[in-house]
């Protein structure tokens, strides 16, 4: 597609609950990051993917998260029995390749809702 | 570890007048990037400008630019012209160079540009 598509737009549900979201890069991006925006707060880094590769998985908030990339395009991040401080925009991002000099392009994010 | 810092939560500038925008960073790296980002209620974000660290000369993009100190780490966005469509949040970000990208985004700065 002609920019980052991130699915849901939107999320609510229950405390306990598994959710998974998803990122469709930019076709031919080999670079994926992502992040969690918290109402008020900057962009935490949780993730980046080179390829289907996370180099470092130290910035996943728990073991409750988890994050996939299959066939260096889609990566899924799926949050395990949802807490309330989950609540947040979770935004993807990709580049061309992982070098400084590109610029990451965005997704609109997906609102996910702990109730 | 890397730490981003955006000291002025909120700005107002009239439209057609300067702003700029403060960032400070700690880092024990020398090569990196910093990045300001620009997120209008829409929500996606979007590339303003970038710096090399191992560049010593500023980074312009049209109506935006930079003052790049390194020695005091200080990385600020001035604005000039300002229109109505700068109306955002700001967020400075530092990135580590090469492997193992992380990125570190500070807590941004909410401008309004006033008619």
């Known amino acids: 597609g002609a920019g980052v598509s991130q699915s849901p737009s939107n999320k609510v549900t229950e405390k306990g609950k598994d959710v998974e979201l998803r990122c469709d890069p930019i076709s031919g991006h080999t670079a994926l990051y992502w992040y969690r925006q918290s109402l008020g707060q900057g962009l935490e880094f949780l993730i980046y993917f080179q390829g289907n590769s996370a180099p470092d998985k130290s910035g996943l908030p728990s073991d409750r998260f988890s994050a996939e990339r299959t066939g260096g395009s889609v990566s899924t991040l799926t949050i395990q029995r949802t807490q309330q401080e989950d609540s947040a925009v979770y935004l993807c991002?990709?580049?061309?390749?992982?070098?400084?000099?590109?610029?990451?392009?965005f997704g609109d994010g997906t609102r996910l809702s702990i109730l | 570890a890397q730490t981003v810092t955006q000291s002025q939560p909120e700005m107002s500038v009239q439209e057609a007048e300067t702003v700029t925008l403060s960032c400070t960073y700690d880092t024990s790296e020398s090569n990196y990037y910093l990045f300001w980002y620009k997120q209008p209620p829409s929500r996606q974000m979007i590339l303003v400008i970038r710096q090399e660290a191992y560049k010593q000369q500023n980074a312009t993009e049209n109506r935006f630019s930079v003052n790049f100190q390194k020695a005091a780490k200080s990385f600020s966005l001035k604005i000039s012209d300002s229109q109505l469509g700068d109306t955002a949040m700001y967020f400075c970000a530092f990135m580590k160079h090469y492997l193992g990208n992380q990125f570190y985004f500070g807590t941004g700065t909410s401008l309004t540009v006033i008619p």
């Open positions: 991002a990709s580049s061309l390749e992982g070098f400084g000099e590109q610029p990451q392009h």
